[in-house]
């Protein structure tokens, strides 16, 4: 039965060369040559030869486009036209497009220049324009060079893309790419290139690499970075002299790739050719990147490198062995920086130190914080507060109302006061309730504002059931009227008739009046404000009046 098969398919491969043989090598038809499928088929015992429509219909690829070169085969180049014209008078299919592409194929082999001209003077797909000019450029690259250079910018690239996929001499293809103004698309026909030696030749890759023209620096640097992660993990010392003989601005951009890439395959090699550069060969962002994945490797061993270390280098290492130490050891974080002199601890990046703490140790990273200084709190707390938000919300909540400093706290409530809002409105609304005011703005007013973008009925609803304390219900209102007045005039509006007090509405109605004059003119809104103004003055003289009798 295997045999069967195995004999079965022989035949059906010999017999599609047989048939693309007759393709390629069949003499241009004549005058004289059948203009028809049935004047083909006139006088013949064979089966009658399928027409397009019934070629469109052949969903499977390989008889489709079989039956196609056969129809094709024997076509001169009116029966061409004839044939591109019926494809768009057939029904829409998965088919229809690449039938056509297929017609551009043997009317290249005709008449390339007429193909060119008949597909730029209809609908040109991209598809179509790469294979009329590949085909082109297999006979005469230079005609079709210089055809593809006097189109349109979109048909050109689509052009220059596939007459790049030729091999060909370098040389030829750059001054190709001169010639058509698509330094673009060499670049992206070189990218894919090297990056089927990317596993295989690295110093051609390399080569490639570097030959991508300069205008086309991103496609450049793409295709170098790629190449240098690999190198690197076979020839490291190859790899990083070759990346340090780049022009400056692109070895600059390349190196701590390289050497980040090195440090993640072989960390104590790349810390050794780090530590005999001279100093001012040693980035701090290198230093950064080796010690990283060092501390991921071997958090001890990192540590040990730390402490060996002396200044410059040890500072520019300190944030990137805290940051990668906080994610294995935490407690081991919080006492090394704990030991850590003043002037060393400055140099420390808190906010990413702190937040990685916290998303590992959330409890020990907010006792930690709240014992340092007030002002190492106020860096880290923020972001602090946004990773525990996650890893353990009612301790942070706790936490939080813990703090004694009113300003820090409303700090660190603003971080996280859109996620609270989100989680539970009702919940968020108690919670900021029970913390204390500021002057630059309540928990309550920050929680309300949101919860306004989110329900505007239910945030009134609670802000009357449920005030805050005092007078800070209008303060309320008029913290979240100020953010509106602008952006929803209309909202800003709504919250003004809202408010009770007398000095809260004068401040908001100025801020209304400045908008509807200076920003949206409206003379009978602004005038409308205005007089809540002059009312409010009225009824303070009347106050003064009554106090002197």
């Known amino acids: 039965?295997?045999?069967?098969?195995?004999?079965?398919?022989?035949?059906?491969?010999?017999?599609?060369?047989?048939?693309?043989?007759?393709?390629?090598?069949?003499?241009?038809?004549?005058?004289?040559?059948?203009?028809?499928?049935?004047?083909?088929?006139?006088?013949?015992?064979?089966?009658?030869?399928?027409?397009?429509?019934?070629?469109?219909?052949?969903?499977?690829?390989?008889?489709?486009?079989?039956?196609?070169?056969?129809?094709?085969?024997?076509?001169?180049t009116p029966r061409i036209r004839a044939l591109l014209a019926e494809v768009s008078t057939l029904p829409a299919s998965l088919h229809r497009y690449d039938i056509s592409r297929v017609i551009y194929l043997r009317f290249v082999s005709l008449d390339p220049a007429a193909a060119a001209n008949h597909l730029l003077d209809g609908?040109?797909?991209?598809?179509?324009?790469?294979?009329?000019?590949?085909?082109?450029?297999?006979?005469?690259?230079?005609?079709?060079?210089?055809?593809?250079?006097?189109?349109?910018?979109?048909?050109?690239?689509?052009?220059?893309?596939?007459?790049?996929?030729?091999?060909?001499?370098?040389?030829?293809?750059?001054?190709?790419?001169?010639?058509?103004?698509?330094?673009?698309?060499?670049a992206s026909a070189v990218l894919w290139e090297g990056r089927l030696f990317e596993r295989r030749d690295l110093v051609e890759a390399w080569q490639r690499a570097d030959e991508i023209p300069r205008e086309s620096w991103k496609e450049r640097r793409r295709l170098l970075r790629a190449t240098v992660e690999a190198w690197v993990r076979e020839d490291p010392y190859a790899a990083m002299a070759a990346a340090e003989g780049l022009d400056p601005i692109t070895s600059e951009f390349i190196m701590p790739y390289a050497l980040r890439a090195w440090a993640e395959a072989d960390p104590y090699g790349a810390l050794d050719w780090l530590l005999v550069r001279e100093p001012h060969r040693r980035p701090a962002e290198w230093v950064a990147a080796a010690m990283e994945s060092l501390t991921n490797h071997a958090p001890d061993q990192a540590v040990d490198a730390l402490a060996s270390m002396?200044?410059?280098?040890?500072?520019?290492?300190?944030?990137?062995?805290?940051?990668?130490?906080?994610?294995?050891?935490?407690?081991?974080?919080?006492?090394?920086?704990?030991?850590?002199?003043?002037?060393?601890?400055?140099?420390?990046?808190?906010?990413?130190?702190?937040?990685?703490?916290?998303?590992?140790?959330?409890?020990?990273?907010?006792?930690?914080?709240?014992?340092?200084?007030?002002e190492s709190q106020a860096n880290a707390l923020p972001p602090v507060a946004a990773a525990a938000f996650f890893t353990d919300h009612a301790l942070l909540l706790r936490r939080i109302g813990a703090i004694e400093n009113p300003t820090l706290q409303h700090r660190v409530v603003r971080q996280i006061v859109v996620l609270q809002v989100e989680r539970d409105p009702f919940a968020a609304w108690r919670w900021a309730n029970s913390l204390a005011p500021v002057a630059s703005g309540s928990a309550v007013g920050a929680v309300f504002s949101r919860w306004y973008d989110m329900a505007p009925a239910a945030a009134l609803d609670?802000?009357?059931?449920?005030?805050?304390?005092?007078?800070?219900?209008?303060?309320?209102?008029?913290?979240?009227?100020?953010?509106?007045?602008?952006?929803?005039?209309?909202?800003?509006?709504?919250?003004?008739?809202?408010?009770?007090?007398?000095?809260?509405?004068?401040?908001?109605?100025?801020?209304?009046?400045?908008?509807?004059?200076?920003?949206?003119?409206?003379?009978?809104?602004?005038?409308?404000?205005?007089?809540?103004?002059?009312?409010?003055?009225?009824?303070?003289?009347?106050?003064?009046?009554?106090?002197?009798?």
Do not use: C
């Not at 079965?8 to 241009?28: K, M, R």
């Not at 064979?46 to 019934?54: E, F, K, V």
């Not at 052009?159 to 190709?176: M, S």
């Open 123 to 186: 609908i040109a797909k991209p598809s179509w324009v790469g294979a009329v000019y590949r085909a082109w450029a297999h006979t005469d690259y230079a005609a079709a060079v210089a055809h593809a250079a006097t189109l349109g910018p979109l048909a050109r690239q689509a052009a220059a893309r596939a007459i790049f996929e030729l091999d060909v001499p370098d040389a030829q293809r750059r001054a190709a790419a001169e010639a058509m103004q698509s330094s673009r698309a060499l």
């Open 310 to 374: 002396s200044d410059p280098m040890r500072g520019h290492a300190l944030s990137a062995t805290l940051t990668a130490l906080a994610a294995v050891e935490p407690r081991e974080a919080i006492a090394l920086f704990d030991s850590l002199a003043a002037h060393e601890r400055a140099q420390v990046a808190m906010r990413h130190f702190a937040a990685k703490l916290a998303e590992n140790a959330p409890d020990e990273t907010l006792s930690w914080l709240l014992r340092l200084p007030e």
């Open 462 to 549: 609670a802000l009357r059931t449920a005030p805050p304390p005092g007078d800070a219900r209008d303060r309320v209102l008029e913290e979240a009227l100020l953010r509106r007045v602008v952006s929803e005039p209309a909202q800003a509006a709504a919250l003004f008739d809202e408010m009770d007090s007398s000095p809260a509405r004068v401040r908001a109605a100025q801020s209304l009046i400045d908008y509807f004059t200076n920003i949206n003119p409206n003379p009978k809104m602004a005038a409308r404000y205005r007089g809540f103004i002059d009312d409010a003055a009225m009824a303070e003289e009347d106050e003064g009046d009554d106090e002197e009798d």
């Open 1 to 76: 039965m295997a045999n069967k098969w195995i004999f079965a398919v022989a035949a059906v491969l010999a017999a599609g060369a047989l048939l693309w043989i007759g393709f390629l090598s069949a003499p241009d038809a004549g005058p004289d040559a059948p203009k028809t499928a049935a004047a083909e088929n006139r006088g013949s015992t064979s089966p009658p030869r399928p027409s397009l429509a019934d070629i469109a219909l052949e969903p499977m690829d390989f008889r489709r486009n079989a039956a196609l070169y056969e129809l094709l085969v024997a076509a001169d």
